[in-house]
Structures are given as C-alpha cells and as structure tokens.
C-alpha cells in the first residue's frame, strides 16, 4: 500500500516530515530514496521535528550516520558515498538496528539488503515546477492500524494511485 504527496515547497515538504515523525516509534526504519535534490534531507527534517528533537539536521554524507537527542533516540543515515554494502559492516551500521533507534536512511537503494527491516520506503522525486516534489510512501513492515493513523494523520495531504486501497 502506498500513498503519494505532492509538496511545493521546502517548508511544505518539512511539514509532511513532521506529520510522518510524530508516528514514528523506537525500531521503526524508514528508507528514504531519490535524486540530488529531490527533497530527501528536507523530509528528514521534518521527520527529526516531528519525533521531537530540536537538533539541527544536515546530511551526515561524509560521516554516515548522525545521532539526534530527543524524546526517542533517532539515527539518520546518508549512504550516497557508500559504494559497497561491506562499508557499512566495517563501521558497525547493523548496532543502529538495536529496536532502540528510529533510523531514517537517505539513498538506501545503495543497501538493498536493508529493506528487509523498512517499515516504511519513500521515494522522492521532482514535480513540475521548480520547488514541487513528488513523495511516494510505501507501507513495508509497518503494522496496518499505525499505517491508517499515519494516512489519517496526513488527512488532505494524500493523493491516492489509481486503484490503491488504504
């Protein structure tokens, strides 16, 4: 199941991240997937806003993982310099998959092994004008009645795909 939003600015794409965080919980993983530029740190901004955390959020590309305070420990994770799935075992990513983190992934498509633990995947991409941005959220391994509270939260936000039921 899926849903799609059309946000047209940075701030509007903030907001959504932030309906989306508020609904996350401890051990939940969230991949995040697009382009340069398709809005993937924006989101993750919202999503750090809406768990509660005031900590500053950038893309941790040359770190990898970056480590938010707040009422619910998050880990976000940027693997665009990762080249090779090794990488990650040689710096210890799986201890981030404790049940005691949220982990939010930017270009998790350069880890396909990690969506066997996604809850949720989310693809970014650009709209039509220039500040639009296309997010496709697609329910993996999140329980049904915490993907109809996320819908419900999101309210007038979704554009349904043709013929997908939520």
């Known amino acids: 199941m899926k849903v799609k939003i059309l946000t047209h600015s940075r701030s509007e794409t903030i907001a959504l991240g932030t309906i989306v965080g508020r609904e996350l919980y401890r051990g939940d993983v969230v991949l995040v997937n697009g382009a340069l530029g ?3 740190t924006a989101l993750i901004t919202g999503m750090v806003r809406g768990t509660g955390s005031d900590d500053y959020v950038s893309s941790p590309t040359y770190a ?27 710096i210890g990513f799986e201890e981030t998959f404790d049940g005691m983190n949220i982990v939010l992934i930017e270009w998790a498509e350069r880890a396909t092994e990690l969506e066997r633990l996604a809850g949720l995947v989310v693809r970014c991409s650009s709209g039509g004008a220039q500040d639009d941005r296309i997010f496709d959220i697609e329910r993996r391994g999140l329980d ?15 554009v349904l795909d043709a013929g997908v039921v939520v």
Do not use: S
């Not at 990898?64 to 040689?90: C, K, N, S």
């Not at 009645?145 to 939260?153: E, G, S, T």
């Open 38 to 40: 398709a809005g993937k």
């Open 64 to 90: 990898i993982t970056q480590h938010y305070e707040g009422p619910m420990p998050l880990v976000h994770a940027d693997l665009y310099r990762v080249t090779h799935p090794r990488e990650l075992d040689d």
């Open 144 to 158: 049904i009645d915490r993907w109809v509270a996320l819908c419900a939260a999101l309210g007038d936000a979704v």
